[in-house]
């Protein structure tokens, strides 16, 4: 896969089957942290967290966490990916300095798809998110970040994301980077609280809840005065 600098220095790849990069250009480290990891860690503060990451990708929203862990919390991260040879290839992807000090951690996932100590778990699954989502439980986090819906509709469906509502703790939190109006739509039927971020360092995503957050609302329901509400089906 073709390797790409984006803004703030770091790389990301383009992925030849979804003709996609992995991270947006305005940066693979600033997306994650200001779209997933400082929203997500503002409302969830808990001794254990567990967190959903669809999917893992080159790592930046795992890793990333595990950068910028709560004090006095552990992490439990679980992230399906379909690309097996991908995660094999991470220990010699160049991530950016500040990951130094988890290359560790970066070598163990490469070799096993897994790593534990502590205050981490990591486990990522080879195979189809779908499948995976049914055996977890009590998620606190989901960062949603999948390819797009126009390469990979089966992951922003009303049907997955009733999944994702089975599986998320009540006071858990969505984080995506798609404003997609189906995506909304969905979240929106199956009556998820909807935000967005509370900065001005990246283009704007979506937040959702079942409960209220400290973040800007999405006022949805002005939005369905003027547009028909439809979303993504299996």
Not at 30 to 38: G, V
Not at 180 to 209: M, S
Request: glycine content about 4%; aromatic content about 14%; proline content about 3%.
């Amino acid at each position: 896969m073709k390797k790409i600098k984006t803004a703030d220095g770091t790389f990301t790849l383009k992925n030849d089957k979804f003709n996609e990069c992995y991270h947006s250009s305005e940066g693979a480290v600033k997306e994650s942290l200001y779209k997933h990891i400082y929203p997500a860690f503002n409302v969830i503060q808990k001794k254990e967290i567990n967190i959903l990451d669809i999917c893992f990708g080159l790592g930046y929203n795992t890793f990333l966490s595990v950068l910028n862990r709560p004090q006095h919390s552990k992490l439990n991260i679980f992230s399906p990916e379909m690309d097996e040879d991908l995660i094999k290839n991470l220990k010699d992807f160049p991530y950016p300095k500040e990951f130094d000090s988890i290359r560790h951690i970066i070598n163990k996932i490469s070799d096993n798809f897994y790593y534990e100590d502590e205050f981490v778990k990591i486990e990522v699954f080879i195979g189809d998110a779908r499948e995976y989502i049914k055996k977890l439980s009590s998620i606190d986090i989901v960062f949603q970040d999948a390819f797009s819906p126009k390469v990979n509709k089966e992951l922003w469906s009303i049907e997955y994301f009733t999944q994702i509502k089975n599986i998320l703790n009540k006071f858990g939190i969505i984080t995506s980077y798609s404003v997609a109006t189906p995506v909304r739509c969905a979240l929106y039927k199956l009556g998820f609280k909807l935000y967005t971020h509370n900065t001005d360092e990246i283009r704007k995503g979506t937040i959702a809840a079942l409960v209220d957050l400290p973040f800007e609302r999405v006022d949805f329901e002005e939005k369905l005065k003027r547009v028909n509400c439809y979303y993504y089906t299996d």
